[in-house]
């Protein structure tokens, strides 16, 4: 399915208040919330369609995720996550809650179900852990109050400097900087405690040791009241949200990839195309990744020293492969499941696990493997897509696994990159098999994504799944905003906020806030988010 418009020759022709570079979710986020101020506002994408993270491709019948999964608290009307989705979406998206039990953690001794709603998931924790309930009362206390205080981190970037360092001082910035695992080692001394509150972290891509604890608990708060899945598949996000830019005088454009930002005596002015053709704009801004921004698109000149000093000390997030299956049956197969996702773990020590894993992936057992079911979760998916059920089967994967292959084309890889995928795909097979015995030789259909796919896919530079790791030591020096060295030019994304869909997608409003705050604080107060 491809959304967004194919290159016109008269694109070049007009000079736009603001041209946005790629169109995953924080990008179309910016775009519509400018376009519904009245500004001129075009958006480049380079891949053949729109949507970034929430596209989906279709092989042999089957329809794939790339990167939507399931979402929080967006089956509430009232949140102010779903008036967002709402707003730039022209009220045209919707989402059906998932099952009850939204998660289930599985460990080798035993499972723990994360059922929707703070009392469910108090419940179940109690019923393992009784002698732990002063410790999961105060973790639950915790989530949402470090969770509040991301939203204060957003007004900080987003806002005017002057009132942004008031929004700032809200910022319980001590838990960004501490390790998930720390604070969690405060308020309990079980490790398998511990282990399982930290069950989701292939959710923001770091155990609890090397995790930031404001990125375990914006995640764990997110979910904490269940999942939910988009209506018609995760596609409809950005067919819906390209649809309101576009009624509202926008125009999104496929297969145009962007060279380079063009700069003139310190402020942005437009674009040149890697097809070698320049647009004008009056504002630029960038949703392709701090690293792919600076390394590729911006010119060395207008880099100040102190900014590429800290950008050489970023790392990425963690690489994962994804492994989609294709069955030719209804969800019959599945036996009753009731479609919430599986997080499979070796053992109860994450760090470790990790660690032994990335040493020797041959020798021993992933360190989580992530189970979903897209074709439980759409309550459309039988109309859609007939009689068809469609796995992915997710692990982490380490990029330079894939150093020989670097630089080559999807589909002109060899026999060896092939052979290489199996050998790692086989243990996460082999997993899915052991929870679900009965779709052992069922798949019509079989396909593994490396660092590599996502590389050619989303144009990352290493694979990596959520931008730039969320450490701890991250968040000691958070300087990334959407506001730049370079007037008129502005980053957006996951790595200027926070990982995920919605992370991406909220920063995607603080670039906007930054860029018109007056007029985008407006819009906020309209839908009664603020």
């Known amino acids: 399915m491809t959304i967004g418009s194919r290159f016109q020759p008269d694109i070049v022709e007009k000079r736009y208040d603001v041209i946005v570079i790629g169109s995953g979710i924080s990008g179309l986020t910016v775009a519509s919330f400018q376009a519904r101020q009245g500004r001129s506002v075009l958006v480049l994408e380079k891949h053949y369609t729109a949507g970034g993270a929430t596209h989906t491709y279709r092989r042999r019948g089957f329809e794939g995720d790339s990167g939507l999964h399931y979402l929080g608290q967006v089956h509430d009307k009232g949140n102010g996550l779903r008036k967002i989705f709402d707003f730039i979406s022209g009220e045209q998206l919707s989402f059906a809650p998932m099952a009850d039990e939204y998660d289930r953690l599985v460990y080798p001794d035993k499972s723990y179900s994360l059922r929707a709603g703070p009392e469910n998931f108090r419940e179940e924790l109690e019923r393992h852990f009784p002698a732990e309930r002063r410790a999961i009362a105060a973790y639950l206390k915790l989530l949402p109050s470090v969770s509040k205080a991301l939203e204060y981190r957003a007004m900080r970037k987003g806002l005017p400097p002057a009132l942004g360092f008031f929004a700032g001082l809200f910022e319980k910035k001590r838990y960004f900087a501490a390790s998930t695992f720390s604070v969690l080692r405060s308020l309990t001394s079980d490790e398998r405690l511990i282990s399982v509150l930290a069950g989701q972290w292939g959710d923001y891509g770091l155990p609890p040791k090397r995790s930031s604890f404001g990125a375990h608990a914006a995640v764990a708060h997110h979910y904490l009241s269940g999942g939910s899945f988009p209506r018609g598949g995760s596609s409809e996000v950005a067919r819906t949200i390209v649809a309101s830019i576009e009624a509202n005088g926008g125009k999104v454009v496929v297969n145009k990839g962007v060279a380079r930002v063009l700069v003139r005596k310190g402020v942005a002015v437009g674009v040149e195309l890697e097809s070698g053709e320049t647009i004008l704009g009056k504002k630029v801004v960038s949703s392709a990744g701090i690293l792919n921004t600076y390394h590729r698109l911006v010119d060395r000149e207008w880099v100040p020293p102190r900014v590429a000093d800290k950008i050489s000390r970023l790392r990425p997030s963690l690489s994962f492969l994804t492994l989609t299956l294709g069955i030719r049956r209804d969800a019959s197969c599945l036996s009753s499941h009731p479609g919430g996702n599986l997080w499979v773990h070796p053992g109860y020590n994450h760090d470790e696990n990790l660690a032994r894993y990335l040493r020797d992936p041959r020798g021993n057992p992933p360190p989580l493997c992530y189970i979903g079911f897209p074709s439980l979760k759409d309550p459309t998916w039988k109309d859609r897509m007939g009689e068809t059920t469609v796995i992915h089967v997710m692990g982490v994967a380490d990029y330079a696994w894939f150093k020989p292959w670097i ?124």
């Open 407 to 530: 630089g080559t084309k999807a589909g002109e890889r060899g026999d060896d990159y092939m052979e290489a995928k199996e050998a790692l795909t086989r243990p996460y097979r082999a997993t899915l098999y052991r929870m679900f015995p009965q779709l052992e030789g069922q798949a019509a259909f079989q396909e593994t994504s490396s660092p590599l796919t996502v590389d050619s896919y989303l144009n990352t530079r290493s694979g990596e799944q959520y931008g730039l790791e969320y450490s701890s030591e991250r968040f000691q020096d958070d300087w990334i905003a959407p506001r730049t060295s370079i007037r008129g030019f502005y980053l957006t994304g996951q790595d200027t906020l926070m990982n995920g869909i919605a992370g991406a997608m909220m920063s995607g409003v603080v670039t906007s806030m930054a860029m018109e705050p007056w007029a985008t604080c407006s819009q906020l107060r309209a839908i009664r988010y603020l």
